[in-house]
């Protein structure tokens, strides 16, 4: 027998061999007899490793207990590496877990193990009957090239994307000014390798001319993070360069960790990483070499404490903003279907945050040249370069 979490659980898919078929689909993916409205509770599996506070928050909002039904109905298709990454996708899933709470929705989640599963996933919750998905939500860049043919498959279905855009008029499209963030980050950089360092089990040694970055896989996008990285780290200081590796993956912590600790036997005191869960293993390397790295996308001092005495801060991206917002547009019925959305510092799209266990050793200087900054991008006075 089947009990009530089971049905709310949602299975990985191992391959796409073993997905469900698309003929007849009720419930969207991983349709498991369930009658496919249940709203999940962090179906990465309930180990509680991505550090979110909605992994076992199920409240019944999906109608099952009798209720009145849900104001919409929501699937959500993550990027590759799946929840528990403590960084993208987990911060997409507050956003939903959000909307549940206080908007009322229901949802359910697809974790697509590669990019090849995109496109199914996509349609499966476009055919879905039981429910009807009032909104598609695809999380990460990778998702835009299936999207683009599905969301003509089918024009009377909504869907959002974060990370890239897609010209349809039933896709709304959510950006981000990753660069702004990362100059900020790289900007602290620069300022606290220049100079003798110690916080947590991390140091810094004032003659050191290199920091790094670790990207997950190659791309424009990716690539905008670099960009803003490298002009902060040069704002800070002309003599401080950038060591780059991308390791063309977003879920391999071994690279990230090999890649780190090259870094850091070359010199570099602190590594940024924007490659999801192979960012992992940058976390892992700083602190087999007693030096720092930077987070990204959530505050991962809070959902890798493992790591918070090397975390000296955290480039955060509020996909849950994006996720939230055009879910509050589809229940008020004003979801800007065919429309570009950029999220920047002035709307707290994208923000630098310092470490929780380090934050306060920072020096105050830094952070106030930090605060400056951020102050004068929002200004027009500073601009960041979003490209290579």
Known sequence: MVSDLDRRRFVKAASAAGLIGLAGCSGGPGDDGSDGND???????????D?????????????DDGGSDPAANIGMVYATGGLGDGSFNDQAQQGVIQAEEELGISFREAQPDEVAQFGTFQQQFAESTDPDYDLVSCIGFLQADSLSDTAESYPDQDFMIVDSVVEADNV??????EHVGS???GLMASLLTTRD????????????TNVGFVGGVESDLIQKFQAGFEAGV????????????????????????????????????????????????????????????????????????????????????????????????????????????????????VEFVYGDQLGSE??????????????????????????V
Do not use: C, W
């Not at 105050?364 to 929002?378: C, G, H, L, N, P």
């Open 183 to 185: 100059y900020l980050g």
């Open 172 to 177: 709304a499209s959510y950006t981000f000014q």
């Open 362 to 387: 920072i020096p105050q200087e830094v952070k106030d040249q930090v605060a400056t900054a951020r102050e004068e991008i929002i200004a027009g006075d500073i601009s960041v370069p979003s490209e």
């Open 197 to 208: 360092f110690s916080a947590g089990a991390g140091s810094t040694s004032g003659d050191s």
């Open 234 to 349: 040069k704002a800070g200081s002309e003599d401080v360069d950038v060591s780059v590796n991308y390791t063309g993956s977003f879920n391999d912590p071994a690279a990230g960790r090999e890649a780190a600790t090259a870094m850091y036997n070359s010199g570099a005191d602190i590594v940024y990483h924007a490659s999801g869960n192979t960012g992992t293993g940058v976390f892992q390397a700083a602190q087999e070499q007693g030096k720092f790295a930077i987070g990204v996308d959530r505050d991962q001092s809070v959902t890798r404490p493992d790591y918070a005495d090397v975390i000296l801060g955290s480039m955060v991206k509020r996909v849950d903003t994006a996720v939230y917002n055009a879910i509050d547009a589809t229940v008020n019925d004003e979801f800007p279907g065919g429309s570009i959305v950029s999220l920047g510092p002035d709307s707290n799209g």
């Open 51 to 63: 550090g979110s506070d909605g992994s076992d928050g199920d409240d019944g909002s999906d109608g």
């Open 39 to 49: 709203s999940t509770d962090g179906s990465d599996g309930s180990d509680g490793s």
